[in-house]
């Protein structure tokens, strides 16, 4: 996906998240993230929205602290988030394509870096706040459930960070049936590897320990952990996929 459709993306996520936070209140639990109401989705979500804009709008070149979350409830909290939201996406708009500040993932550019990374944020916290008002979850474009999915396979896992380890390696595999994409994941007691598999060899099914498909945006939403496994096909050795669930949570 190209920078500003990222943008695109994050603008269209921020609205839904802060009408559904909205209808369902701040007290409302979030299912999705327990022990969270939506007072917090929104502290949280929009206090990443303003360190996210320090980077692109200042240019930090190291890390640097977010602002921490606000004590602000209701009506107020409600209208800081959209604000912020709104500062993230004029900066991302405005910024240069030769920006340069501090990153924490593989990306063609810093610019393209925050994009992406602030367009799939809000928009799985979107989740979050759509399934605290109980209804149907807008949609994700096929499109932007790969780009997610390669995000969190070849970038979040592939970090010494990512807990998603089992002692005998093992393989899991993620076959997007309505786009024909796959993608192989060699587990061990080491990091995942994560790689996309060819158009000739993504079209197999059951290959592999253990398989998850089902469309794009099931797995995007299940690999997420925002939709349960019963969202997807699970073949092969279900306590891999019962491993990823557990263990797969990023903070």
């Not at 977010?66 to 107020?76: F, K, N, Q, V």
């Not at 394509?97 to 925050?114: D, G, Q, R, V």
């Not at 994560?194 to 158009?199: G, I, L, Q």
């Not at 690999?223 to 990823?244: E, F, I, K, Q, S």
Request: glycine letters at 10%; aromatic letters at 6%; a negative charge.
């Amino acid at each position: 996906m190209e920078t500003m459709d990222h943008v695109k993306s994050l603008t269209e996520a921020g609205h839904l998240l802060a009408a559904a936070a909205e209808q369902a209140g701040p007290g409302a639990s979030v299912p999705t993230c327990p022990g969270w109401q939506v007072r917090d989705l929104l502290r949280h979500t929009g206090m990443v929205h303003r360190w996210a804009t320090a980077y692109v709008a200042e240019g930090h070149t190291s890390y640097h602290p977010d602002g921490g979350e606000p004590d602000l409830d209701g009506g107020e909290l409600l209208d800081w988030f959209r604000e912020g939201h709104g500062l993230l996406v004029n900066a991302l708009e405005s910024a240069s394509a030769e920006l340069e500040c501090w990153t924490f993932l593989p990306a063609p550019s810093p610019l393209a870096f925050w994009a992406r990374r602030q367009a799939h944020e809000t928009t799985i916290h979107r989740v979050d706040a759509e399934s605290a008002c109980g209804g149907p979850l807008s949609t994700v474009a096929a499109g932007q459930a790969l780009d997610g999915i390669d995000e969190l396979l070849l970038g979040f896992h592939a970090r010494p960070k990512s807990r998603v380890r089992i002692d005998a390696p093992r393989t899991l595999r993620v076959r997007a049936t309505d786009t024909g994409d796959a993608w192989t994941v060699r587990l061990s007691s080491e990091p995942p590897q994560a790689v996309r598999e060819s158009k000739a060899d993504a079209h197999r099914a059951g290959s592999g320990d253990c398989e998850l498909s089902g469309t794009a945006e099931g797995l995007y939403l299940t690999l997420w952990n925002r939709l349960p496994l019963t969202a997807v096909t699970v073949t092969g050795d279900r306590g891999l996929a019962r491993l990823w669930c557990e263990n797969s949570g990023v903070t």
